[in-house]
């Protein structure tokens, strides 16, 4: 089997856009899952951070992320689709080729599916003069997207070949959902892999879900999941997928330590993982 390539998010690391990329660096990795704060929050500002980001050398495997995205209109449309256009204009500079997009949340937006698949194809389309890709990631919490079945069905509605699907690991392993759940969603559809665990053996609460997927993800092979996120990954590159596989890690405890100390999680998880993978 050939090497997966791990690639990690600068949101799983706290400090300076400058104090994580050196961390990124020195661990190995060559390619980030970028944080739109990242960009914003440099002393010099956004054009600081793009030209930080064009000297690094690291490779940025997408840009998180357009929330809340599908149902909306008025004005709270025009705002998305104007925050969207910033992005793919800065994403264009950063040669970055996707852009992560996950589904309204609140019970209050109208869950119209066809209008939904609408708004996602109006913004592929938008993104598709810059080379930028736009990929969906189900919430398990959203009251209309929350399956990966559920989101392959918007994105053959939307039928645009610039939008394809984000797989995270949390979003499967909460539901107690096994990779084989996405049998029918072809390797050609995924933009984007993303990979954590977590400790307790399954989350039937909603309000738990997301409390553990914002403050208390684990890295593979620290948690309950392990297995499976090993199965994950190989199902998707047996499959024929050939992107990366970002560790995404949101956890309060590993952001209370400096990058080049917390990142050493990532590097551990990279050798597990590894080893597991060619065993």
Sequence with gaps: MTAPNFAISTLSLTGTLEEKLEAIRAAGFSSVELGALDLS???????????????SGVRISALQEIKDFGGH???????????????????HKLGCRLLIV????????????DKIASDLRALATLATPKGV???????????????YAAAMELIQ?????????VIDSYQLMAQTHSPERLDDIPASAISL???????MTSVPLVEDQI?????????????SHGVGVCQLVRYCMDRGYTGDFVFDVYNDKYLSTPPAESIQHAVKAREWLLERLNG
């Design 193 to 199: 892999v993303q990979l954590s665990d977590f400790a």
């Design 102 to 113: 996950t589904p309204a949340t609140s019970v209050h937006v109208k869950h119209d599916m």
């Design 41 to 55: 929050g440099s002393p010099d500002g956004v054009s600081g951070s793009v030209s930080r980001l064009q000297q």
């Design 73 to 91: 209109s008025g004005r709270i449309l025009a705002y998305k689709m104007e925050l969207a256009k910033s992005y793919i204009q800065l994403m």
């Design 133 to 147: 890709r736009i990929g969906f990631k189900p919430l398990s919490w959203s009251p209309s997207v929350n399956t």
């Design 211 to 223: 409390d553990i997927a914002r403050h208390h993800r684990l890295y593979p092979g620290e948690g």
């Design 157 to 165: 509605r939307a039928d645009s070949a610039n939008l394809g699907l």
